[in-house]
């Protein structure tokens, strides 16, 4: 057996040796993250449960912005176009984790994030991160996915790095044989900051409009309308900055328009909590910890600022990375605004905010 087939092969006993560690008899004995730690040291791709992909590829598409394209172990369980996956690293000893879109086109044997530098993950998958590295991906996730059956007019619209999980789906639709249904609109500040240029240029049948903020002003609802006059006959998937989200949605509900508007945010909540005149209490039961809060800021925000490292994700409400019970407290969700004070229920750090004294199970 060749080292590089013993991935492949040695993960088909993952399933019965992951069902013989569950056994109580055996679970006394061995524990599970020993094996794991063993497979690890055996080869990086090994494991009973975890997605690991290992880079073969990088590529530059502009100043700020790369692909990673990686081949994933069997633990992989496949995607549809649109979705994201959680990507876990490790930043100088601590573990973080973030939400990337694929771009890949499902079916392939190899997966692709596309990554623009903006953040402590981003900027240490463009400067460590190299071909023969191996990652951690969670589950593929996400809502932001085209029917088994196509409508007749498709509008795609994205800007800045929401292009990336559009374009997993125009590359479905050119897999389906389907871009001649399609109307792609993109706006990005220039042209050296168009992500996929060269291949988006080359794509047969696509009707594609490039909006250049930067000589043509931000992309709104009335620059849509002079470039795609029947925008509002066509089903629209949109994914940019909040923004662009937003007039959007506002100028759909105002119009009337009842062609479908699907939507994909990478954005944080809008709602704020206001400042609490006192302090509140928040008490994580499992590690018997607490810190105090004045509730202004996220649970997240706060119990990473009084030093504490809650697992987390994509710090926007989607992945539900930080989910965790509230056992008891007020909360106000920072994107609904609403009070919750019922005991034992599941809240998310990252769009909670305290408004009374809390106990999570954390």
């Known amino acids: 057996m060749s080292h590089a087939d013993l991935p492949t092969r040695a993960e088909r006993l993952a399933r019965p040796l992951r069902a013989a560690l569950q056994h109580p008899w055996v679970a006394a004995i061995v524990r599970e993250s020993a094996v ?142 389907q871009t001649r249904r399609v109307v ?13 240029a060269a291949e988006l240029a080359a794509m047969p049948g696509l009707r594609l409009i490039q909006h250049f903020s930067a000589s043509a002003g931000h992309l709104t609802p009335a620059a849509l309308q002079a470039q795609v006059p029947d925008f509002a006959e066509r089903a629209t998937w949109v994914c940019g900055p909040a923004g662009l989200m937003d007039a959007m949605h506002a100028h759909w509900q105002a119009t009337g328009i009842t062609a479908p508007l699907h939507s994909e945010r990478f954005a944080a909540a809008p709602l704020a909590a206001e400042p ?32 504490l490292a809650p697992k987390h994700g994509c710090r926007i409400g989607i992945c539900r990375s930080c989910q965790c019970v509230k056992r008891s407290g007020t909360v106000q969700h920072l994107h609904t605004g609403e009070l919750s004070s019922a005991p034992n229920e599941l809240i998310r750090l990252c769009v909670s905010a305290a408004r009374s004294d809390l106990e999570l199970d954390l």
């Open 36 to 177: 794991e730690d063993s497979l690890q040291a055996l080869h990086p791709l090994l494991s009973l449960h975890q997605v690991k992909a290992r880079v073969v590829k990088c590529i530059a598409e502009t100043a700020d912005t790369r692909t990673l394209v990686l081949r994933p172990n069997a633990m992989w369980r496949g995607a549809r176009a649109g979705q994201f996956v959680g990507l876990t690293v490790e930043i100088n000893g601590r573990r973080h984790e973030r939400m990337y879109s694929l771009t890949s086109r499902p079916g392939s044997r190899l997966l692709a994030i596309t990554v623009k530098r903006q953040g402590l993950v981003s900027t240490h998958l463009h400067e460590q991160v190299r071909v023969g590295d191996v990652l951690t991906l969670g589950p593929a996730m996400g809502g932001f996915v085209l029917p088994a059956v196509l409508p007749d007019k498709i509008l795609l619209l994205s800007a800045g790095s929401g292009i990336t999980p559009v374009m997993a789906l125009l590359r479905e639709l050119q897999a389906r044989g």
């Open 184 to 196: 792609f609109v993109h706006g990005c500040r220039s042209p050296a900051e168009q992500i996929f």
């Open 276 to 307: 609490l005149t006192a302090p509140v209490h928040i008490t994580l039961l499992r590690s018997a910890t607490s810190f105090a809060s004045l509730g202004a800021a996220p649970l997240l925000n706060q119990a990473e600022a009084a030093g």
